[in-house]
C-alpha cells in the first residue's frame, strides 16, 4: 500500500510510523527529497492551510498514494484542504488536542469542512469523549433562542481511540 502522511510535525522531533509499504511525508518542516532512483519520500507544504492538488501534482503516477492519513494537532499546523479530489480513504489522526489552543469545535468545523474516511484519536480519551458530545450537540434540534445549524458531511465514520 503507497500512503502519503501529512502532518504538522518537524522531521527532527520524531520519526512517523511507517504505515505502508511505500511511504511519502509531506509536512512544513519536510524537505523536498527523493531517493537516488528518483523516488519522492518526503514534500514540503506550506504552514497551515494549502491545497492537497498541489501536492498530489508532485507525485508522479506510479507513487501516487492508496491511502492519505492526516495528522492534525493543536498547533494546527498542518491543514490540507480540497482533500474531496483524492478519491481513496482518508484518515484524520487527532494527536494533542489538550495542547495549546485547540478547541474541538475548529476540529468539528475541520472535518466537516474536509471529509475523512475515519477519525482516530491518539493518546485522549477524554478529548475523545468531549469531541462526541460537541458532535452530538451540532445535530441536537436547537432550543428557543439557539439557531445552530447541523454540521455539514453528517455521516460520522467509526471514531475511536488509541
Same mark, same amino acid.
Given at each position: 500500500? &503507497?500512503?502519503? $502522511? !501529512? @502532518?504538522?510535525?518537524?522531521?527532527?522531533?520524531?520519526?512517523?510510523?511507517?504505515?505502508?509499504?511505500?511511504?511519502?511525508?509531506?509536512?512544513?518542516?519536510?524537505?523536498?527529497?527523493?531517493?537516488?532512483?528518483?523516488?519522492?519520500?518526503?514534500?514540503?507544504?506550506?504552514? *497551515?492551510?494549502?491545497?492537497?492538488? @498541489?501536492? $498530489? *501534482?508532485?507525485?508522479?503516477?506510479?507513487?501516487?498514494?492508496?491511502?492519505?492519513?492526516?495528522?492534525?494537532?493543536?498547533?494546527?499546523?498542518?491543514?490540507?484542504?480540497?482533500?474531496?479530489?483524492?478519491?481513496? @480513504?482518508?484518515?484524520? !489522526?487527532?494527536?494533542?488536542?489538550? &495542547?495549546?489552543?485547540?478547541?474541538?469545535?475548529? =476540529? $468539528?468545523?475541520?472535518?466537516?469542512?474536509?471529509?475523512?474516511?475515519?477519525?482516530?484519536?491518539?493518546?485522549?480519551?477524554?478529548? =475523545?469523549?468531549?469531541?462526541?458530545?460537541?458532535?452530538?450537540?451540532?445535530?441536537?434540534?436547537?432550543?428557543?433562542?439557539?439557531?445552530?445549524?447541523?454540521?455539514?458531511?453528517?455521516?460520522?465514520? $467509526?471514531?475511536?481511540?488509541?
Amino acid at each position: 500500500m &503507497r500512503v502519503l $502522511l !501529512l @502532518t504538522g510535525s518537524p522531521a527532527r522531533y520524531m520519526a512517523p510510523p511507517q504505515l505502508g509499504e511505500s511511504q511519502i511525508v509531506a509536512g512544513p518542516d519536510w524537505p523536498d527529497a527523493q531517493t537516488i532512483d528518483g523516488k519522492w519520500i518526503s514534500l514540503r507544504t506550506p504552514v *497551515g492551510e494549502y491545497d492537497l492538488t @498541489t501536492v $498530489l *501534482g508532485k507525485i508522479p503516477a506510479d507513487q501516487q498514494p492508496d491511502i492519505i492519513v492526516n495528522l492534525v494537532d493543536a498547533s494546527w499546523r498542518n491543514q490540507p484542504r480540497n482533500l474531496a479530489v483524492f478519491k481513496g @480513504t482518508k484518515i484524520l !489522526l487527532v494527536i494533542d488536542s489538550d &495542547r495549546l489552543v485547540f478547541p474541538l469545535a475548529e =476540529l $468539528l468545523r475541520y472535518r466537516a469542512d474536509e471529509f475523512h474516511d475515519r477519525v482516530v484519536f491518539l493518546r485522549s480519551l477524554d478529548h =475523545l469523549s468531549q469531541y462526541l458530545t460537541d458532535l452530538a450537540g451540532e445535530f441536537i434540534a436547537p432550543q428557543a433562542g439557539n439557531e445552530r445549524k447541523p454540521v455539514p458531511h453528517a455521516r460520522l465514520p $467509526l471514531v475511536r481511540a488509541i
